[in-house]
């Protein structure tokens, strides 16, 4: 991992045999490497992000005190893991390139500032997709866009290095979605592309959170899709099942979803429980 000056001050060492891993850091691209306190051989596994806009923290994820993952904030002087700064008790916020959206974005993914790569912020999903701004600017940001595309989940996907022009993916569960582009010096918003021009978001159906609990007691969650035509009425139901334990359903425009909806079928997408 690069710090803000773009030298190479972090890394991920595994034991190849028993996959264990360390954090080790040196101060300089000259020094020494040495294994962070807490972050060792014999600690919980913990998974770097990257470093503070200032150099002086590390972002890691690793699991909570509650069993999910969380997002922490490593002091580097210090070297002591703060309380998490970003968790949630059902809900994993774990970082992967394994699962990503119809549109090539993950629902979960680290935030790096297109200047010096540090983390500006964490775009996660617990029932929703949602994101967490560290650097205020950019939360500032998120607020002006949210203001001008109400109702939709709007990603800042690039930028300018002036944070003047920003690039924008505007989308929900039934509209795959239109990138723009916003000038804020001159006000200004025009569209780039449409995801699916031929996807008419007026026809989609509405995609809602379903929870229940089984005879065992367990709480199980996931999504429900009825028919536009036929949400007041009974409609044969397909049921989706993920292929893994290692993946889960996520609020989005699911073309295979909306096509059944579309053929009047009710869609059930329950997470399993592992």
Same mark, same amino acid.
């Given at each position: 991992? +690069? %710090? $803000? /000056?773009?030298? =190479?001050?972090?890394?991920?060492? !595994?034991?190849?045999?028993? @996959? ?66 970003? +968790? %949630? $008790? /059902?809900?994993? =916020?774990?970082?992967?390139?394994? !699962?990503?959206?119809?549109? @090539? ?83 200004? @918003? ?83 429980? @592992?």
């Amino acid at each position: 991992f +690069a %710090d $803000p /000056r773009g030298l =190479i001050t972090l890394a991920v060492e !595994q034991k190849e045999k028993s @996959g264990r891993t360390r954090v080790v850091h040196r101060a300089s691209d000259s020094a020494n490497w040495a294994p962070l306190a807490g972050l060792g051989w014999n600690d919980p596994r913990a998974e770097p992000l990257g470093y503070s806009a200032d150099g002086t923290r590390l972002y890691l994820t690793r699991a909570t005190a509650g069993g999910t993952w969380g997002v922490y904030a490593y002091d580097l002087a210090r070297q002591e893991l703060g309380a998490p700064v970003l +968790a %949630d $008790p /059902r809900y994993d =916020i774990r970082p992967s390139k394994i !699962q990503v959206f119809a549109r @090539g974005y993950p629902p979960i993914a680290t935030i790096f500032s297109p200047v010096d790569h540090t983390v500006l912020g964490i775009r996660y999903s617990t029932e929703f997709p949602r994101v967490h701004w560290f650097d205020p600017e950019m939360a500032a940001l998120q607020q002006e866009i949210d203001g001008a595309l109400p109702g939709k989940v709007n990603y800042l996907v690039s930028q300018s290095d002036d944070r003047q022009r920003l690039v924008v993916l505007s989308w929900s569960a039934n509209d795959p979605g239109t990138f723009c582009l916003f000038d804020r010096q001159a006000q200004t @918003g025009d569209i780039l592309v449409s995801c699916m021009p031929w996807i008419d978001a007026q026809r989609m159906a509405e995609t809602q959170v379903l929870k229940v609990r089984t005879r065992a007691g367990l709480d199980l969650d996931g999504y429900l899709t009825l028919p536009r035509d036929r949400a007041d009425r009974r409609s044969p139901l397909v049921a989706l099942i993920q292929a893994g334990p290692g993946q889960r359903e996520y609020w989005e425009f699911d073309p295979m979803v909306q096509f059944l909806a579309d053929r009047g079928y009710a869609v059930l997408q329950v997470n399993g429980r @592992g």
